[in-house]
């Protein structure tokens, strides 16, 4: 299996600190095609053996913005317990509702675009319904819980130009942490 061509911009770059414009229908098939090795890369990265040989770092999600491409388009490739994927191509999303419980991740959040440890915590919202487009301009909802929902919010950040070390309290990394949930 190749790994695709793709490149991803690291934090420094100014464009990542940009708001991504709506997509435009029909999605071209070049745009089609950068989806899927989008996905590839990621469930590639997943994979322990490919990404030892490649000197990958695993990653769930990647949004055009880190490519350099400041359209409002995200891909999610979520490994499941069995070693299947559930693959999310999400266009123009808007979040429709969000629960009140809040959590973050305990070992802390990554991002293929932050080439370094960051020490903190991001609150999420631990459930989240969204309203996207698929290819052909449908529009769809899904509802995400947990990791997904992490995921899913982590996403929509790059999309509005936010990467996640934004978020974290610079004086106390650590704030509020009592009141949400681990995972």
Known sequence: MKLPQIKILDEKERILHTQS???????????????????????????????????????????????GIPKRIFVIANEEDDGSFDEHIIINPKILSRSEELIYVGEGEGCLSVNREVEGIVPRHARITVEYYDF?????????????????????DHLDGILFTDKIDKKNPYKDARKMREI
């Not at 029909?26 to 040989?53: G, H, N, R, V």
């Not at 997904?148 to 929509?156: C, P, S, V």
């Open 136 to 156: 052909l301009g449908n529009k769809k909802q899904v509802r995400v819980r947990e990791d997904l929902a992490i995921a899913f919010q982590h996403e929509m």
């Open 21 to 67: 414009k709506d997509a435009t229908f029909p999605i071209s098939k070049e745009e089609q095609k950068l989806t899927y090795d989008m996905i590839k890369y990621l469930e590639m990265s997943q994979d322990e053996k490919i990404a030892e040989k490649y000197n990958l770092r695993p990653g769930m999600g990647l949004a055009f913005i880190q490519l």
